[in-house]
């Protein structure tokens, strides 16, 4: 008998577990991407080089295919095409609509508002002059970012109303489909990241992390996140995020799948802000690797059990084991890389996962950090909590080290 096919959008490193998990299951996999060098297309049945958001064309492969399901854990781009077609074919999916609440900035701020989730003062702006206007009723800083797009990608923190005019049209132009701006409040606080599965619409929150960010003036490059199994997150602060994000993606209304949300922590109000809530897993090996890694849980699994139908969490919900993991990343001075030094023996190191190392060699050239494709790493860490993933990152730190040849003599990582 033939096997029965399924279609995955996106061929990232992030896509490998999903794949590898419907081929556990005895799936043909055909995976879409527009490059045939990501790891997917090594280990699918098939790969085809097309573009994951010309919705018609993945309909039509998906019916061609007469595929079983239709998915992707971890490209925000995927999220509204996956939900399309499966919606076109009556397969399972998360709905249309729903997939374009958890993609639009704009519209995940109104249902929170609906919800009861605090979120910035904020507007939509589609020009210079509405942002304008509206900063002169909320005042600087404020930060504007496109409606629909990650990676930090066109996020800026506005300190004066002359720097709109600078970076607004580049912020416009990297809203991917819906062309609009999120102009908003600028949050001071303490950033947390909430991960969850959510079956028969019914969220379980999976593991909370902290986030770091490198220190830059007005954009937003994420450095470090340390994830704890959810059951484990027993502060006020921390069952004060888990109960928002439930609340969240359970009054938004999703049918399954995995999710991340950020939100922010303001002390003096005591007061949680939701930043932004994907029906995704976490990129840079979060949903892949680290919340596995720190539950035992394989969210991907579970998102390839769902997407065609299973229900194995029916009886007894999510089991979480207890632990931690962490990514790390740094940057590098520009220059040119001369020596890279300990790499394997940092590997070796107890709880030491992998270290990414496909950016940094001898000969590279380096320059200096703009967005998030500037950082290197990522360094990935488990041990049973965050504080001894932090102690195991600070013996890689030791032993780890790059020199790069810069026009002020030699210099090394900075961490
Ligand atoms: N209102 C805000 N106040 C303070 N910091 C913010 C705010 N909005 C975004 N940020 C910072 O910018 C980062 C990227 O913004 P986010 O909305 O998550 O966009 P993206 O989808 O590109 O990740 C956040 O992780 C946070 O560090
Ligand atoms: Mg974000």
């Not at 556990?24 to 060098?37: L, T």
């Amino acid at each position: 008998m033939n096997k029965k096919k399924v279609l995955v959008l996106g061929t990232v490193q992030g896509e490998v577990p999903l794949v590898e998990a419907y081929k556990e299951m005895g799936y043909y996999v055909i995976v879409v991407g527009q490059n045939e060098a990501y790891p997917c297309c090594k280990i699918a049945d098939e790969s085809i080089n097309a573009d994951i958001m010309d919705r018609e064309l993945m309909l039509k492969i998906a019916r061609e295919n007469e595929v079983a399901a239709v998915s992707s854990n971890v490209v925000e781009r995927a999220i509204r095409t996956v939900a399309w077609v499966a919606e076109r074919l009556n397969l399972e999916g998360i709905g249309y609509k729903t997939a374009e609440i958890f993609t639009n900035k704009y519209y995940m701020r109104k249902a929170a508002e609906r919800i009861g989730i605090a979120v910035p003062r904020y507007a939509e702006v589609a020009s210079v002059e509405e942002a304008r206007a509206f900063a002169g009723e909320i005042g600087v800083p404020f930060i504007i970012k496109p409606e629909d797009n990650g990676g930090s990608k066109g996020v800026v923190k506005i300190q004066c109303v002359e720097e709109l005019e600078e970076v607004f049209e580049n912020t416009l132009n990297l809203s991917v489909e819906d062309k609009r701006v999120i102009m908003e409040e600028f949050i001071e606080g303490e950033e947390f990241i909430v991960d969850a599965f959510t079956h028969n619409y019914i969220c379980e929150n999976t593991d909370l992390s902290w986030k770091e960010k490198f220190e830059m003036k007005r954009n937003f490059i994420s450095k470090a996140v340390v994830i704890q199994d959810a059951d484990s997150c027993e502060s006020a602060v921390e069952q004060k995020l888990l109960e928002a994000n439930k609340r969240l993606v359970e009054g938004i209304g999703l049918k399954f799948g995995i999710t991340h949300g950020e939100y922010i922590y303001n002390r003096e109000q005591d007061k949680v802000y939701l930043v932004e809530i994907t029906a995704r897993g976490g990129g840079v090996y979060l949903a892949s690797h680290l919340t596995p890694l720190a539950t035992g849980v394989n969210v991907n699994r579970l998102l390839a059990e769902y997407s065609v139908g299973n229900d194995p969490l029916r009886e007894s919900g999510l089991v979480l084991g207890k632990g931690a993991a962490a990514w790390y990343a740094f940057s590098l001075p520009k220059g040119q890389i001369v020596s890279v030094e300990g790499l394997e023996e940092a590997r070796s190191l107890e709880g030491v996962n992998a270290i990414i190392d496909d950016k940094f060699f001898v000969g590279k050239k380096t320059a200096e950090m703009v967005d998030d494709s500037g950082k290197f790493g990522p360094i990935l860490i488990y041990a049973d909590t965050r504080d001894a993933c932090n102690r195991i990152f600070d013996k890689v730190k030791q032993i780890l080290k790059i020199k790069v040849k810069t026009p002020d003599g030699e210099k090394g990582i900075i961490w």
